[in-house]
């Protein structure tokens, strides 16, 4: 049974597992070992997690979620407002062994539920992330825009995707 839920504190170890494997398994090949290594040592650090989940649950607006099978947490996402009715989908990742069982949809079903009035979201994608941008297809997302960026030596172009959401 699939469980999507506000984060907290106690998750902060899951997510760093998860962010490993989902980083390894994504972006080998697509960005230096090296990189990914640095980057999960600085993004997921326990400070950084533990002032993100902090300000979530400060938050009128929680936007950090955790998602459960069968009690053991695989995947987490959070976004960021934009404005009153756009949002950022900062991140969504899902343990390897659970994709396409319906885990990233039911992210962006509660977002389009907790979020209310949004009408857009949005996330950028490595261009040469093919699991990704096949997932935002997948999901009704439409490629908008690109843009070119040199981080810590890596060039990559980014594709936005974007979900136009009509509440019916």
């Known amino acids: 049974m699939i469980t999507i839920r506000f ?9 760093q597992s998860i962010a490993h494997d989902t980083w390894t398994f994504t972006y080998d090949g697509i960005y230096t070992k090296e990189y990914i290594h640095n980057f999960l040592s600085r993004a997921y650090s326990t400070g950084n997690l533990s002032r ?10 929680r936007n950090f979620l955790i998602a459960e099978f069968n009690h ?27 994709h396409k069982m319906g885990l990233g949809k039911a992210f962006i079903q509660e977002y389009i539920q907790v979020l209310e009035p949004i009408k857009k979201l949005f996330a950028w994608v490595a261009k040469e992330n093919h699991l990704g ?36």
């Open 52 to 61: 993100a989940v902090e300000r979530d649950l400060q938050s009128p607006e």
């Open 133 to 168: 941008r096949a997932f935002y297809e997948k999901s009704g997302f439409k490629a908008v825009e690109e843009k070119y960026e040199n981080i810590e030596g890596q060039n990559k172009t980014q594709i936005k995707y974007e979900l136009k959401i009509t509440n019916e």
């Open 72 to 98: 053991e947490v695989v995947g987490y996402a959070q976004t960021s407002r934009v404005n009153d009715e756009e949002f950022e989908l900062l991140r969504i990742y899902v343990r390897p062994d659970y």
């Open 7 to 15: 984060v907290s504190n106690e998750d902060i170890p899951h997510i």
